[in-house]
T-cell receptor
Framework: KAGVTQTPRYLIKTRGQQVTLSCSPI?????VSWYQQTPGQGLQFLFE???????NKGNFPGRFSGRQFSNSRSEMNVSTLELGDSALYLC???????????????FGPGTRLTVL | KQEVTQIPAALSVPEGENLVLNCSFT??????LQWFRQDPGKGLTSLLL?????REQTSGRLNASLDKSSGRSTLYIAASQPGDSATYLC???????????FGEGTQLTVNP
């Protein structure tokens, strides 16, 4: 079974631009979560999507947004990039239930975003 | 707000040693706890998942325990090998969703 895939793996942008990152979950997984990892803040939760609906959101500004498609693939968008957005963005998928219970989370290799 | 702390921040041991990594969390109302491994510049690899109703989980040379009442988990690595060198992260799953709250990690170096 294929793991979680993320594209692109590396990205270089300049301040003010916008970027879209993609995540394909493990087949059969309906929950996709996004995390930002930086040396100073560690791993921080951005948001989670389940069946095309945002079910949980972290404490990030509105410049960070996401969506999920009917095939469970998810995209994350960051508008008006700032230098501080440089980070490793990780996506995780999980076998989740409507009631809110979650199973083990599996992470992708991440997208390394550098903002110049 | 859930806070997760991992001690020590870094650990260097000779090959073959048994070792324990510690994780503590402030809110005992958790859904599960997961241990991950991260190699430099890479994603996270899931090692063990402990549900809130369980006390421990084992996989090969790894054993993780959970004590919800005291807000603690430990990851025991037996007979460490140089290939075990990585950063180990503890993450607590909240009851209301899939959000994981991570500790800062323990950077482990196993010397040959």
């Amino acid at each position: 079974k294929a793991g979680v895939t993320q594209t692109p793996r590396y990205l270089i942008k300049t301040r003010g631009q916008q970027v879209t990152l993609s995540c394909s979950p493990i087949s059969g997984h309906r929950s996709v979560s996004w995390y930002q990892q930086t040396p100073g803040q560690g791993l921080q939760f951005l948001f989670e999507y389940f069946s095309e609906t945002q079910r949980n959101k972290g404490n990030f500004p509105g410049r960070f947004s996401g969506r999920q498609f009917s095939n469970s693939r998810s995209e994350m968008n960051v508008s008006t990039l700032e230098l501080g957005d440089s980070a490793l963005y990780l996506c995780a998928s999980s076998l989740a239930w409507v009631s809110g219970g979650y199973n083990e989370q599996f992470f992708g290799p991440g997208t390394r975003l550098t903002v110049l | 707000k859930q806070e997760v702390t991992q001690i020590p921040a870094a650990l260097s041991v000779p090959e073959g040693e048994n070792l324990v990594l510690n994780c503590s969390f402030t809110d005992s109302a958790i859904y599960n706890l997961q241990w991950f491994r991260q190699d430099p510049g890479k994603g996270l690899t899931s090692l063990l998942l402990i549900q809130s109703s369980q006390r421990e989980q084992t996989s090969g040379r790894l054993n993780a325990s959970l004590d919800k009442s005291s807000g603690r988990s430990t990851l025991y690595i037996a007979a460490s090998q140089p290939g075990d060198s990585a950063t180990y992260l503890c993450a607590v799953g909240e009851t209301s969703g899939s959000r994981l709250t991570f500790g800062e990690g323990t950077q482990l170096t196993v010397n040959p």
